[in-house]
Each structure stands twice: as structure tokens, then as C-alpha cells.
């Protein structure tokens, strides 16, 4: 598990407050969140997808990361649900290249690799009835 000392980025942070990719990757992981609370190996789900656990601080029950290219790593951080508030699925982006990249590319990128952890989730839960969007994917 990697501690997490660089600075991450939000969609937001690198196209500036009026990303029109933020709201679209938000809403995205937002749907895909509640399914994460099936995820028993938070190693074993970074191993699927490629990337490595950390802990970058911020207040997360688990983090992945992954680079997508050179330069270029995305984190996703995720929060399990509560008494207040629903399970929550971030994803910021760090590397020294992170702003030579398109926000429609990081978008379709984040989400398709959201989709992958869905993908863990249900070959890992045989049996289990998961949330909807498990089997869409």
C-alpha cells in the first residue's frame, strides 16, 4: 500500500470550475458507487485492473490508482456508505503530464475503468444479487 504524497487533481481542477466532463464523470460514479460495497479484497481489485492500493489521506475507506499513461495516473477513492450519507466514488488524476490530456479522453478512461470494478464485483460475488448496474457492464 503506497502513501500517497503528490497532488491529485479533479476534472475540474485541470479544464477549470466549468468542466462539463466533471459533471459527467460524477454522475457516472455516482451510479457505480453502492456496487463497490461488495468489493472483500481491495488488493485483489487493484491487481485486476492493473494498479497498486493507496492512501492518499483524504478521508477514503480505500483508494486504487492506475497510470494511464507516462505521466498521466488516475485514483479512484472511495468512501463506504454511512448512517448520513451514501457511498461516494471519486477520481482525481495526478503525473507531470496530466494536462496535455483531453478532459473528454480522462472522462471516457475514468469511466471505462469504473466500468472494470464492476467487472471485479461480480466475478467476485457468484450468487450474490448485486445492484442492477453490475450486469450492464
Known amino acids: 500500500m503506497r502513501v500517497t504524497a503528490i497532488k491529485l487533481l479533479s476534472l475540474a481542477d485541470i479544464e477549470g470550475k466549468v468542466s462539463p466532463h466533471q459533471s459527467q464523470v460524477k454522475g457516472a460514479l455516482r451510479m457505480r458507487a453502492a456496487a463497490?460495497?461488495?468489493?472483500?479484497?481491495?488488493?485483489?481489485?487493484?491487481?485486476?485492473?492493473?494498479?497498486?492500493?493507496?492512501?492518499?489521506?483524504?478521508?477514503?475507506?480505500?483508494?486504487?490508482?492506475?497510470?494511464l499513461?507516462?505521466?498521466?495516473?488516475?485514483?479512484?477513492?472511495?468512501?463506504?456508505?454511512?448512517?448520513?450519507?451514501?457511498?461516494?466514488?471519486?477520481?482525481?488524476?495526478?503525473?507531470?503530464?496530466?494536462?496535455?490530456?483531453?478532459?473528454?479522453?480522462?472522462?471516457?478512461?475514468?469511466?471505462?475503468?469504473?466500468n472494470q470494478l464492476l467487472r471485479y464485483v461480480r466475478e467476485t460475488n457468484p450468487g450474490v444479487k448485486l445492484p442492477e448496474v453490475c450486469y450492464k457492464v
Open 36 to 67: 463497490l460495497e461488495y468489493v472483500k479484497d481491495v488488493k485483489a481489485l487493484a491487481a485486476y485492473i492493473g494498479g497498486s492500493v493507496e492512501t492518499p489521506g483524504i478521508g477514503e475507506d480505500w483508494a486504487v490508482s492506475k497510470g
Open 69 to 114: 499513461y507516462p505521466g498521466v495516473d488516475i485514483h479512484l477513492v472511495y468512501n463506504r456508505s454511512d448512517d448520513e450519507f451514501p457511498a461516494r466514488l471519486r477520481a482525481l488524476y495526478s503525473g507531470d503530464k496530466i494536462r496535455v490530456i483531453k478532459g473528454d479522453e480522462l472522462a471516457t478512461i475514468t469511466i471505462s475503468l469504473a
